[in-house]
């Protein structure tokens, strides 16, 4: 294709954020290369959706999400929530509990932390934002831990049990959700 793959998706995220499908945009991305690749990852990553909700003790604008599942819900209230699929901690470096959304970031700088870099000393100390970030288009930071909620230039990790704690989303689902959370939301993970 001649172009990384986080470059192409990075590009998709931009003109893409409004989930219409390539075809309906009547340009150049409704064929060839950059549509075959739309459609590679619409196949892979797991689709967002409204369902029911049937946990009143998780109030409207919660996010509440399920390790075992590898899922997180946004709840909407009136008995419905959004459904979108993540990629959580691999076997080790999964964790539960309640934090809080301290701050919110958009094509947010990486920087691994210190554990992180005992374990891969070949990453890079620090990364500015953009496409080829591994943080991908938002992040949602999590009280004064190392955990995020954030974008990924990796969709096909979606629904695996991948990072070291974060959770991981479609850089399409992060940004929606970014859109809905406020600071101060309470994020509640189960295992």
Known sequence: MGLSQAKIWGALVLGLSGAAPAAALGSPLDRGPIADFINIFREQAIPRQVVTWRHPEFKKGAVVISTKER???????????????????????????????????????????????????????????????????????????????????????????????????TNRDVVDLYDRVKIGTKVVVLK
């Not at 990486?110 to 943080?135: A, F, I, V």
Request: hydrophobic residues 30%; positive net charge; aromatic residues 10%.
């Open 71 to 169: 899922r997180l819900y946004y709840v909407l209230g009136q008995g419905q929530a959004i459904e979108y699929g993540v990629g959580v901690g691999r076997q080790g470096f999964t964790w539960s509990g309640v934090k809080t959304v301290t701050r919110k970031r958009e094509w947010p700088d990486w920087s691994p932390p210190q554990q992180m870099l005992k374990r891969r000393p070949d990453l890079p100390r620090h990364m500015e934002g953009g496409m080829d970030n591994p943080l991908g288009a938002r992040a949602l930071y999590l009280g004064s831990s190392n955990y995020r909620i954030h974008g990924s230039n990796e969709p096909d990790t979606i629904g695996a049990a991948v990072s070291s704690g974060c959770i991981r989303m």
